[in-house]
Structures are given as C-alpha cells and as structure tokens.
C-alpha cells in the first residue's frame, strides 16, 4: 500500500486517482472532524472545500511525511477559519428529536447530559484558543502531540507546553471540579 505522501506525488505527476485514493482514507476522520466544530450539515460544505484547498495545494506538501492526515487537518482548520470570519454572528440551534419512549421519561438523562455538556464547554472556553486546538486534536482527533504542532505550523515542544496548560487549567476549573464531585445520597 502506498503511503499518503507517495500518493499526493502520482497525483503531482498526472495521476488523479491517487489523490482520490489518499482522500478516500482520510474523509471520515476529517469530515467528523469538521462536523464537531460546525455541525453535520455545515461540515458537508466545508469539507468539499477542504479537498479543493488540499488539491490546489498539494504541491507544497512536504514528502518527509509519509501520512497526510496531520496536513490535513491543518488545511480543514484553515477552512473553518475562513467559514468562521464569513460567518454571521448567530449561533445555530439543534433540533431535538421527539418521540414516544414507551412510558420512558429520557429528559432527566437528557438533562444531566445538557447539564455536564454546558459544563465542559464553559471550562473549554476559558482555555486559550492554541490550548483548545492542541487539546482537541489530541483527544479528539488523537493525534499525537507532534502532529498536533504541524497541524498548528508550531514546535513539537510548544505543542506539548499548550496541552499540559490545557490540562492543568481543565483539571482546576470550577466546572470540571463540579463534575468530578461524587454525589452524596
């Protein structure tokens, strides 16, 4: 099997089915990727443009890296950058889905989720926005920290700096204490 970097280079020289392929392995992880920062719907469109972007600029990949998936990245932050400046400034609402449970009540789970959910972000927020990206593309996208400094154009070293701040900020945070607090019945 080819590596990323040999397929981005046939694709160089003529060969559009290799970048289709390279493509092809990286479009679940950066599409959920996207659908995680904007919403399944918005994803869709900045996806395509990510593979636009990453077509157009496939030249100034560097070869030492045989997996692209850190690149990539990198090119889809830079589309939600610029689907975020071009934004408008409202905030989309998620649609709750209604239906009959069988007697079920599910809002008080639905509830607690709500609940934990607005906590964590509150406590997300609060980071720096390269601490939230490093953190992110760490735990979520699991990359390791060095990929997560290429995807950030930032040494390995601040990378690791900027996810330990994260830690330690996330770890004494009111909300996150909250969360971590054992009920007492």
Do not use: C
């Amino acid at each position: 099997m080819s590596s990323d970097a040999e397929l981005i280079g046939r694709s160089l020289r003529g060969d559009t089915n290799a970048f289709v392929e390279m493509i092809s392995r990286h479009e679940t992880a950066i599409g959920n990727y996207l659908a995680r920062r904007v919403g399944r719907q918005v994803a869709e469109d900045v996806l395509g443009d990510v593979w636009v972007a990453a077509y157009e600029s496939r030249a100034s990949y560097d070869t030492s890296h045989p997996e692209a998936r850190p690149w990539l990245y990198g090119v889809a932050l830079n589309r939600l950058r610029r689907y975020w400046r071009s934004a408008p400034a409202e905030v989309a609402a998620s649609d709750i889905a209604h239906g009959d449970a069988g007697g079920w009540d599910p809002w008080p789970a639905v509830e607690t989720r709500v609940d934990t959910q607005a906590l964590l972000r509150t406590a997300l927020a609060r980071l720096k926005s390269d601490e939230r990206e490093v953190l992110g593309l760490v735990a979520w996208e699991d990359l390791t920290v060095a990929e997560a400094g290429r995807v950030l154009e930032i040494p390995a070293g601040t990378a690791r700096r900027l996810l330990h701040q994260a830690r330690v900020a996330l770890r004494d945070s009111p909300e996150v204490i909250a969360l971590l607090q054992v009920p007492t019945t």
